[in-house]
Structures are given as structure tokens and as C-alpha cells.
């Protein structure tokens, strides 16, 4: 078996992992969190985003946030942006790296964004260009790639079209979400099958629910995909897709790469001080199995 020689790691912990926490994380707490993510080694951070904090109570003063966090040179720090609004907010504050989010299920993505699929991209297409044109780093996002709450299984040839949709709006890699947790490694497989894009623009995103996503990440790594998302210590949820748990953890991704001789540029003592940092402050358990035997839980 050929697999990729590095993978690239999003860490997502302090965007989509304290964003489905009900209580909401000051400022300084998530600026710490993030210089510690940072030091561990890690290039890839959402540091946040810039919606509404009516809707995301969670994700307000990600200004604040971005502009106190210690840059690291060689990080690249997004920020997530629904609109044209966040994205104006975004160069206010110099960030050089956004990220945009859709749905290959219009359910959801009503639910989610308040809009229709063609209307979200109809929306990119009056800043990714400009941005582009600017010199930002643009990352797309796809919900419910696989399986959708409210519509069930997603036929991967919907999801294709959107990452060709993508792609052409000038998305530097789009990321395929697991969002409910429930996708299998043969529906990963079949989504992944004649994906029409360079394989190093994919990007996987698995949440846990039913425990598959470190098999669903195997099944990736077979297709031949080296970028993958992960929140430190299993953070995460999503607050329009009922009953889904957490991202798959950082430091269970660690552990499979390093099983397969796949390099990356992480720590795992100074992930692990990250990972007990914000859940000493949450008050929470962590979810990582690899967590918990590397701490002695």
C-alpha cells in the first residue's frame, strides 16, 4: 500500500471545536489555546469566524482573537467568512488566509447558512475573486459530503460538482465534511473514486459518532489524500446537525500517521499540554482515545 509521505493537518479545534461547546471561551482563553496549538507544530489553524454572534455566540470577538494571537512564521491562521461582510472584515484585519462554507445538501444548507447551494455560491463569487486578486489563501468547505441529517446519503456525483464549482471560484483546496459522523469507509471510497480535482485540493473532514472517522481517514490516505482536519482533544459538534459528536481528534490522527511511517510536523507532548489546557477550562473529558493513554487516563 502507497500512501502519502506527509500529511498536511488542519487543526479546527479552536473554530469548529469551541463553536459546539455551549459555553462560550473568552478571548484570552482562546488566544492561549492557539499559541499552543502553535507550538506544538502545527501550520494549519481556523482561528475563528466572522459571522453573526447572534447565530454563533461562540465565534464573537474573533477579531479580537486574531489580532492577539503570537503569528508564528510559517502559520497559516484563517478565519472563516459567510459573506461579503465578514470578508470586508477580514482585510480590516489583515487576515491572509479565509475560508468559505456550502452544503451538497440544500436541507442543510438552508439550516446552516439561510440559503440555497446555488445561492451560497452565487454569494463567493462577489469576493473569492477579489480576494484571490488580493493575494488571500481561499479554503472551501462542502457539509454533509456523505450523509445528511435530514436527507440521508449524498450521491458523490452532487459533491463533485461542487468542488469543480469551487475550484473554479479560485478555492485553493476544498475540504469534504463528514458532518454527522456517519459516513463508512466505502461510501469514503466511493465519494473519493474519480473526484474531478487534483487529489492534493482534497481535504477530509470526519467527525466521530459512530467511531469510524480514524477507518474513513485510512480509506483516504488509500485514495491517495494528505490533508486532513482534526480538533485537539475530539472538540466540536455542529449545532444544525443533530446528534452529531465531535471532530476526530488531533492526537488520533498523530497516532495513525506515526503508525504508518507518515510524517508530520506535530509534537505530541506540546499537542497533548494544548489539549489538556482547553479541556481543563471547558471541564471536559477528552474524547481522543490516543489522549487518554498518552496522558494515563
Not at 492561549?32 to 447565530?55: C, R, Y
Not at 455566540?57 to 459573506?83: A, C
Not at 463567493?124 to 468547505?141: E, H, S
Not at 459516513?183 to 487534483?198: D, E, G, R, S
Request: net charge neutral; glycine share 8%.
Amino acid at each position: 500500500m502507497i500512501f502519502p509521505k506527509t500529511v498536511k493537518i488542519v487543526e479546527v479545534g479552536p473554530r469548529d471545536g469551541l463553536q459546539a461547546e455551549v459555553q462560550n471561551v473568552p478571548v484570552d482563553i482562546r488566544i492561549q489555546f492557539i499559541n499552543l496549538l502553535s507550538e506544538a507544530g502545527l501550520k494549519f489553524i481556523e482561528t475563528g469566524s466572522f459571522v453573526s454572534p447572534h447565530w454563533v455566540p461562540q465565534m464573537k470577538e474573533s477579531d479580537k482573537v486574531y489580532q492577539g494571537i503570537t503569528k508564528k512564521e510559517g502559520v497559516d491562521y484563517s478565519i472563516l467568512v459567510p459573506n461579503v461582510q465578514g470578508y470586508e472584515l477580514a482585510l480590516t484585519n489583515n487576515v491572509t488566509s479565509i475560508a468559505v462554507f456550502t452544503a451538497a445538501s440544500e436541507t442543510f444548507c438552508h439550516k446552516n447558512i439561510n440559503v440555497s447551494i446555488a445561492e451560497s455560491l452565487q454569494n463567493f463569487k462577489t469576493f473569492i475573486p477579489q480576494a484571490k486578486a488580493k493575494g488571500l489563501r481561499v479554503r472551501g468547505y462542502i457539509s454533509c459530503a456523505i450523509v445528511c441529517p435530514y436527507e440521508g446519503p449524498i450521491a458523490p456525483h452532487a459533491v463533485h460538482e461542487l468542488v469543480k464549482k469551487l475550484l473554479s471560484l479560485g478555492c485553493d483546496e476544498v475540504s469534504l465534511g463528514d458532518t454527522i459522523g456517519a459516513a463508512t469507509p466505502l461510501q469514503v471510497k466511493n465519494l473519493l473514486k474519480n473526484i474531478p480535482a487534483p487529489l492534493h485540493k482534497i481535504a477530509v473532514h470526519f467527525h466521530d459518532t459512530y467511531g469510524q472517522a480514524i477507518a474513513n481517514i485510512y480509506t483516504a490516505l488509500e485514495q491517495g489524500i494528505s490533508i486532513i482536519d482534526s480538533s485537539v482533544s475530539g472538540l466540536g459538534g455542529c449545532p444544525y446537525a443533530p446528534g452529531a459528536s465531535g471532530n476526530v481528534a488531533t492526537e488520533d490522527v498523530f497516532y495513525l500517521l506515526r503508525g504508518l511511517g507518515i510524517r508530520t510536523d506535530v509534537q505530541i507532548e506540546k499537542l497533548l499540554k494544548a489539549s489538556i489546557y482547553i479541556d481543563t477550562y471547558l471541564k471536559r473529558q477528552t474524547t481522543s482515545k490516543a489522549s487518554c493513554a498518552l496522558r494515563g487516563l
